[in-house]
């Protein structure tokens, strides 16, 4: 299975302090995608990285990606309330067939 | 341009009929995915459709499920002779070729 593992399972964390989760996954892939799931709610993209790529920024994400290690990390900065999620790495391969992690619970302490 | 439309957004079943759950992609997203998640799980793929084809279905159970998009209308995702174990969130994802899926708000089936 290409299923990427997130790490860690929960994280909380002081409202204005940085999260980091992890990702690892098993086998090539074409690129890797982080989304973010509100309870009750469906998936959101939050930004693609490209196997070719080792660091993307948008706003206050920061991801990164290691494909020697098959590896990536989500870098959420000065984080808020709002950021209160579950967080999933998705790897793309072959078909273009999303396959998701388990998933990271982020809780953001005001 | 609406996102991805699923519905029912909420559905009960008696355990032997059957449930029926549809998505309306994105306009202009020719490819589906359907994705199943049980409460604090990640999201299992069940199968990808382009328009009037399966291209993979590798995760979908052998025996009473089934998927479609056709050339008119909606996907649906059709499950027949459901039990408990079928109980869920199932949602639905579009994309244009390769690129980030757009998932609707998924819909919650529930099997007494």
């Known amino acids: 299975s290409q299923q990427g593992e997130e790490d860690p399972q929960a994280l909380s964390i002081q409202e204005g302090e940085n999260a980091t989760m992890n990702c690892s996954y098993k086998?090539?892939?074409?690129?890797l995608q982080w989304y973010r799931q509100n309870s009750g709610r469906g998936l959101v993209h939050l930004i693609l990285?490209?196997?070719?790529?080792r660091e993307k920024h948008s706003g206050r994400l920061r991801v990164t990606l290691d494909t020697s290690k098959k590896s990536s990390s989500l870098l959420i900065t000065a984080s808020r309330a709002a950021d209160t999620a579950s967080y999933f790495c998705?790897?793309?391969?072959?078909?273009?067939?999303?396959?998701f992690g388990t998933g990271t619970r982020l809780t953001i302490i005001p | 341009n609406a996102g991805v439309m699923q519905n029912p957004r909420h559905l009960v079943r008696r355990r032997g009929q059957e449930a029926r759950l549809r998505c309306s992609p994105m306009k202009g997203h020719s490819h589906v995915y359907w994705y199943r998640q049980l409460p604090e799980e990640g999201l299992k793929f069940m199968v990808y459709?382009?328009?009037?084809?399966?291209?993979?279905e590798s995760g979908m159970p052998k025996e009473r499920f089934s998927a479609e998009f056709p050339k008119e209308g909606p996907s649906i995702l059709r499950i027949q002779q459901v039990v408990r174990g079928d109980s869920a969130a199932y949602f639905c994802?579009?994309?244009?070729?390769?690129?980030?899926?757009?998932f609707g708000e998924g819909s919650r089936l529930t099997v007494l």
């Open positions: 998705a790897t793309v391969f072959g078909n273009e067939k999303l396959t």
């Open positions: 990285i490209r196997s070719n790529e």
């Open positions: 459709l382009q328009k009037e084809n399966i291209i993979d």
């Open positions: 086998t090539s892939i074409n690129n």
């Open positions: 994802a579009s994309s244009p070729l390769g690129g980030e899926l757009f």
